[in-house]
């Protein structure tokens, strides 16, 4: 039976053998996050899904303060092991959010949220606004239906499929990214490039 990746086996498992998978220079996603950020004033950020850390480093370099989630114990000694052990990692799902009351004033959660299912995805939606402080951000990337993997795999509900010996995916077009961040401060859609054609979504919680 495959593991699937909302499970710890997973990622304990793919960290374990492949390392720091992604290298250590932050998406471009993270970049482009990290300059509306500061723009923004930003100076706390959560980020769930942090694997090993290399998006979290731009944030701290540029004065940010970040707290992670992430499901690996693994990928957590790697980030501390390469980052420092200065930043508070919780140990755990994103799916068992929330760790902490605290309010953040930026989120930035890259690739995951497709990696879960529908109710799943609206937790995390949820739960991440709900972390907001008044006035905040949070940015979303997403894998987009123009990606050439798109419609491969087994289908196993509308846009999601299950592909590469076990993960699930879900792929977002402009009508799913309404559907689901509608409700909570949607306010652009962009398109960026990484590994595959990906979404940015930015959402604004109302107040200050």
Not at 30 to 56: C, Q
Not at 130 to 137: K, N, V
Request: one cysteine or more; glycine letters at 10%; a negative charge.
């Amino acid at each position: 039976m495959q593991q699937e990746p909302g499970k710890p086996e997973f990622w304990e498992a793919a960290f374990i053998e492949k390392q720091e998978m992604w290298g250590f220079e932050p998406s471009n996603s993270a970049i482009l996050t990290k300059d509306f950020f500061v723009e923004k004033g930003i100076k706390n950020v959560l980020i769930p899904g942090m694997g090993y850390g290399r998006n979290a480093r731009i944030f701290r370099d540029n004065g940010m303060a970040v707290t992670g989630i992430e499901i690996s114990q693994t990928a957590i000694d790697m980030a501390q092991k390469h980052y420092g052990t200065d930043m508070p990692i919780y140990h755990g799902s994103v799916t068992d959010m929330p760790f902490d009351d605290k309010k953040y004033d930026g989120i930035f959660c890259y690739a995951l949220i497709h990696l879960l299912d529908d109710s799943e995805r609206i937790k995390l939606i949820r739960d991440c606004y709900s972390q907001l402080s008044s006035g905040g951000f949070m940015v979303f990337t997403m894998i987009s239906k123009a990606a050439a993997t798109y419609g491969q795999g087994t289908l196993i509900s509308k846009d999601r499929y299950e592909m590469f010996g076990g993960v699930s995916m879900f792929f977002y077009d402009q009508a799913s990214i309404h559907a689901e961040f509608g409700q909570t401060g949607l306010f652009e859609i962009t398109e960026v490039t990484e590994n595959y054609p990906m979404f940015l979504v930015k959402c604004r919680k109302e107040g200050r």
